[in-house]
C-alpha cells in the first residue's frame, strides 16, 4: 500500500504536459479580443505569458481541463485485515484526455511514473476511447450554428471550445463532421457547483433558454432556406 500510495503521489505531482495549441489557444485568442485591459494584454501575447496563463488555467479545475489531460485517482484497494499485509494493492485512475493526446500517450506517461517507484507495477486498461475528432470551426456548418446561438442568446460571445465531459456523440463520429457540443445554458457558479452533486437544478430563466435555442435551431436548420 505505501509503494502504491507512492506511486500516486508521484502521478499527481506529474501530471501530462499542459498544452496551449489546437481548439485551446483559438479559445483564448477569441476570447482575448473582448477582454478589458491588462487581461486582454496577456491572453493577447500567449506567446510571452503562456507560461502565466497555464498556471492560471491548472490551478483551478473547472479550467485544467482546458489545456492538459487531467487525472483523477478514484478507487483504491488493498488488504483486508488488520494484523495481515496484503499481497497485492490497487488503484484505479481516470483520465479525460486531450484531443492533443492520445491513450497511448496517457499509457506511457502512467507506466514512465509508476515503474520508476517499482518495477513491479502492472497495468490494465480497462475502458478507453480515444479523443474526439475536433470539428471544423472554420465551417458554414459552424457559422450557421453560431448565428443560432447569437439569435436565441444575444450578447453571448460564440467561439470554439473544448467539452471537458465524455457524451454520447462517439456514436455519431462516422456519420459526420460537424459535431458542435453546446448547452443553451447561463451558468453562475452557484449553478456550476450543483453539477453531479446535490440539488443539481437548472434556473428558470435557463429553461426559457433552453426552448428559445431549440426553437431558433430547428427553424434555421430544417429548412433548406435556413429560416
Known amino acids: 500500500i505505501g509503494i502504491l500510495a507512492r506511486g500516486i503521489a508521484e502521478l ?3 501530471p501530462m504536459p499542459s498544452q496551449f495549441a489546437g481548439i485551446g489557444r483559438l479559445l483564448m485568442e477569441h476570447i482575448a479580443a473582448e477582454m478589458s485591459y491588462p487581461l486582454k494584454g496577456i491572453f493577447s501575447n500567449l506567446w510571452l505569458f503562456k507560461p502565466l496563463v497555464t498556471y492560471i488555467f491548472n490551478s483551478k479545475p473547472s479550467t485544467n481541463a482546458l489545456v492538459t489531460t487531467t487525472t483523477a485517482v478514484t478507487i483504491v484497494n488493498g488488504g483486508n485485515k488488520r494484523n495481515v499485509l496484503p499481497n497485492t494493492a490497487m488503484v484505479h485512475l481516470n483520465f479525460r484526455i486531450s484531443p492533443l493526446d492520445s491513450v497511448a500517450k496517457v499509457v506511457d506517461h502512467v507506466k514512465s511514473i509508476f515503474l520508476a517507484v517499482d518495477p513491479r507495477f502492472q497495468f490494465t486498461i480497462i475502458d478507453s ?12 456548418t459552424f457559422e450557421q ?18 467539452m471537458v ?7 455519431f463520429w462516422g456519420l459526420s463532421d460537424n459535431i458542435y457540443r453546446f448547452a443553451p445554458n447561463i451558468l453562475t457558479q452557484e449553478l456550476v457547483d450543483t453539477l453531479h452533486n446535490v440539488n443539481e437544478r437548472i434556473s428558470k430563466e435557463n429553461m426559457v433558454n433552453v426552448i428559445n435555442f431549440y426553437h431558433q435551431l430547428i427553424l434555421q436548420f430544417a429548412s433548406p432556406q435556413g429560416k
Open 12 to 14: 499527481e505531482r506529474n
Open 165 to 171: 465531459g465524455n457524451t454520447d456523440t462517439r456514436h
Open 129 to 140: 476511447l480515444e479523443p474526439a475528432p475536433v470539428s471544423d470551426p472554420y465551417s458554414p
Open 145 to 162: 450554428f453560431s448565428s443560432v446561438i447569437r439569435t436565441a442568446l444575444p450578447g453571448v460571445l460564440v467561439t470554439p471550445g473544448i
